[in-house]
């Protein structure tokens, strides 16, 4: 993925201990939610981000079932668009969702689950680009 959150140290760790990446995602997940529901939007992002790159990690590991590593990655970006929308950097913004959608495109899955994944972001991107 293009957006950098992890120094390449931490991600090869997470890459090598599963168990570390699925904490990992928990608390920098739950630490950037807290952050966001308080309006600290600008010092949830680097959690945030964390989330987001540490769930792709274990979607490409194959850390747990399908279907939940693709929840946590498309929860993670939901919430970390949200928070970039919030702060005005739509670029950004954009860019994880289209990032995340074009991840879960190449996945070979046709579960309504998925299916369902995919239309939620799909409906996130396409809100804010009707309305400019």
Sequence with gaps: MKHQFLCPNHRQ???NKPTRALCSWANTNETGVTLASLGQHYDALPHLGCAF???EIILTGNFVEQEKAISLLTKSALILAASLEILG???QRLSVLQLTLNRLNKLPNSSVFFSDQ???LKLALNIKK???
Excluded: R
């Design 53 to 55: 790159e540490v769930a």
């Design 118 to 120: 995919l239309n939620s």
């Design 13 to 15: 760790e997470l890459i």
């Design 130 to 132: 009707t309305l400019h």
């Design 89 to 91: 950097y739509q670029e």
